[in-house]
């Protein structure tokens, strides 16, 4: 049995950027719109968000974060309406409703929104706090880990149970921590939310690493890859890539969900 309830897909934002970004040694060139997207789970025991988005302040202001040598694309775009609190209150609910916040990994397009939910609970994963300390890069943001240290953070370590029906998955290589999530609904297949273990359908079918990889574990993406890959045959689970619009478009639309 599950204790999953819904989940509804969350578009926070877009990002351009170069293909090869995302498909490691493909794509040269190629200039892709990428949706930055987190995940509402209602369960029974509460409701968890995956991934919280980028800091809209840092968006508005984004000649002071976002330097053209870093981001030589521009910045994210976000607009109000896209901050998760807005869509919560479009369901009539509010930042403090949120019970877990699981983050995927620490780059800056999800976790910078962390500031409006510090009063849930925050899982991390050991490897990735203990990586971003030794290896601080421009897809961090310092102040957006300072902000989830001083939360409730929680600190996991590999696979684990979140809850009936919502197993985290370690998939390293895109960040030494990174993680998965399982969901098993209560009526339709289950869905693997793979976050940037796996950016577009294309790293999926062609077991084509991220771009960006850390320490160039390249191997290890592949390899996490290839491990959804077979969960997702055993269990008849869908891959949901994090980052690939066409396959956005073939979601539902909030505020409709899954279940």
């Not at 050991?126 to 990586?131: F, G, M």
């Not at 921590?177 to 062609?206: Q, T």
């Amino acid at each position: 049995m599950t204790d999953v309830l819904s989940v509804r897909p969350l578009l926070t934002g877009t990002q351009k950027y170069d293909k090869s970004w995302s498909t490691h040694n493909n794509g040269f060139g190629t200039i892709i719109t990428a949706p930055i997207l987190a995940y509402l789970i209602e369960t029974k025991n509460g409701r968890i968000l995956y991934d919280v988005g980028c800091d809209y302040n840092k968006v508005i202001k984004s000649e002071t974060y976002f330097q053209s040598n870093d981001f030589p694309y521009g910045p994210p775009q976000m607009t109000q309406e896209q901050r998760i609190p807005s869509y919560l209150d479009r369901l009539g609910i509010r930042p403090s409703d949120i019970d877990l916040i699981f983050i995927g990994h620490l780059h800056y397009d999800h976790v910078g929104g962390i500031g409006d939910f510090l009063n849930s609970d925050i899982h991390i994963q050991k490897k990735e706090i203990l990586s971003v300390r030794d290896n601080m890069t421009p897809v961090y943001f310092s102040d957006d880990i300072s902000r989830l240290t001083s939360g409730k953070m929680i600190i996991m370590d590999g696979d684990y149970n979140v809850t009936d029906g919502v197993q985290a998955i370690s998939t390293p290589g895109h960040t030494a921590g990174h993680m998965s999530l399982h969901i098993e609904l209560p009526k339709g297949k289950p869905i693997i939310i793979c976050g940037d273990a796996a950016d577009l359908e294309e790293n999926i079918k062609e077991e084509i690493a991220p771009g960006l990889c850390w320490n160039d574990q390249y191997q290890t993406a592949i390899s996490s890859i290839q491990n959804l890959k077979e969960i997702s045959k055993r269990e008849h689970a869908y891959l949901w890539p994090s980052h690939d619009f066409n396959f956005f478009h073939k979601l539902k639309s909030f505020p409709d969900f899954y279940n």
